[in-house]
């Protein structure tokens, strides 16, 4: 069994000196347990955020999709797959916790007709429930209404951007590359696509909203978010998600005047973690299925191979190397 240990705290950009890779023996199965080998491991922006918070030593934080191949627990049975917060390992032990608010947790892989099957670490798993409930449960966005999402292109807001369609909503989304711009409105049908690298970017924010921006699903902060708040109307909804602009920046004191247009225009401003939601998580999931199968979402992923390459993976992430969700097949 292969594992990286969370060797030193990152500053700034996370170097690969800051993980260890290192090979080991696992024990044997207890009662309960079951050994699951990883086939797809996930690299989100959360293990940037959640790092200063680690302790050093343990093994890396992520969630993979598994296969069990050894049980003695009659609900995990060997040959079934399961979703697991495992960390960055090929091989696991686990006794199947479920999902809770504030704990990892292991739960049987969703019925997956036909779909691959890490659709479960993305649409049909935690970025795919974090952009159903977000944006439905905090933006409650109305038909006719125009929704701005940043990190469109990424593997949470580019199903905003597609549920914000299927609810008839005008959508803006603000990505880096042009390219992925293209897939944004030729592919995935969002109304305007505005690149926040554009030193044009607030002139031609104002020409995609005329009416103002009603609904804005946050998942960078910093400047981009100031300037999109700045446009949006009396009562506005902003689901705060995340805040990648922030997560390898070393300068900590940054103000941003956010409380302006939060006062004049009596803005609803909430964050959100999606384990809220855990005794839902099936809703999500189920729903975004059949979105999938209806035609009405679609979904992109960007793969990695080997588990050697999980940290080149994580870096490209943060730096925009995906387009939809990033992934490791082992
Ligand atoms: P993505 O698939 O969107 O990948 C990250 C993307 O962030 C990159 O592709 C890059 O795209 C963009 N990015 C990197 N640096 C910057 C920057 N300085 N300014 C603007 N954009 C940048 O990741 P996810 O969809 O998994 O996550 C998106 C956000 O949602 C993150 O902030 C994450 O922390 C948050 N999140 C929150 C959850 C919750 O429960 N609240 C759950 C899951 C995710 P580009 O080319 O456009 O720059």
């Not at 060797?7 to 309960?32: A, C, M, N, Y």
């Not at 934080?61 to 917060?85: C, H, M, R, T």
Request: hydrophobic residues 40%; charged residues 25%.
């Amino acid at each position: 069994a292969r594992r990286y240990i969370f060797e030193k705290q990152f500053e700034g950009l996370p170097k690969s000196t800051d993980l260890r890779l290192v090979e080991e023996e696992l024990p044997p199965i207890k009662d309960g347990e079951f050994l699951a080998e990883a086939v797809y491991l996930s690299v989100d922006p959360y293990m940037r955020a959640y790092a200063p918070r680690l302790s050093l030593g343990r093994t890396f934080i992520g969630s993979q999709v598994a296969k069990i191949i050894e049980s003695k627990n009659d609900k995990f049975p060997v040959g079934k797959y399961v979703v697991g917060e495992f960390g960055w390992r090929t091989h696991s032990i686990s006794d199947g916790r479920p999902l809770e608010v504030g704990r990892p947790g292991a739960w049987l892989a969703p019925e997956l007709e036909g779909l691959p099957l890490s659709y479960t670490l993305g649409i049909l798993g935690m970025p795919g429930n974090t952009a159903y409930f977000g944006f439905l449960e905090l933006c409650k966005p109305k038909s006719g209404e125009t929704v701005a999402v940043t990190g469109a292109a990424g593997a949470v807001g580019s199903i905003v951007g597609q549920i914000a369609k299927i609810k008839g909503c005008t959508v803006i989304g603000i990505a880096g590359s042009d390219e992925k711009g293209k897939w944004l409105v030729n592919e995935l049908k969002f109304d305007h696509f505005i690149n926040y690298k554009d030193p044009d970017f607030e002139k031609k924010l104002a020409q995609a909203a005329p009416k103002g921006i009603d609904c804005y699903f946050d998942n960078v902060g910093g400047q981009i978010s100031t300037t999109i708040m700045n446009k949006m109307n009396l009562f506005g909804r902003v689901a705060v998600c995340g805040a990648i602009s922030g997560y390898n920046d070393k300068s900590a004191a940054r103000a941003d005047p956010v409380q302006f247009p939060l006062v004049f225009s009596q803005l609803k401003m909430e964050g959100f973690v999606v384990h809220r939601w855990a005794d839902r998580w099936f809703e999500g999931i189920l729903q975004n299925k059949k979105w999938i199968k209806e035609g009405k979402l679609r979904y992109k992923e960007t793969v990695t191979e080997g588990f050697e390459n999980m940290f080149k993976a994580f870096v490209d992430m943060l730096q925009g190397g995906n387009t939809g969700k990033a992934i490791v097949k082992v």
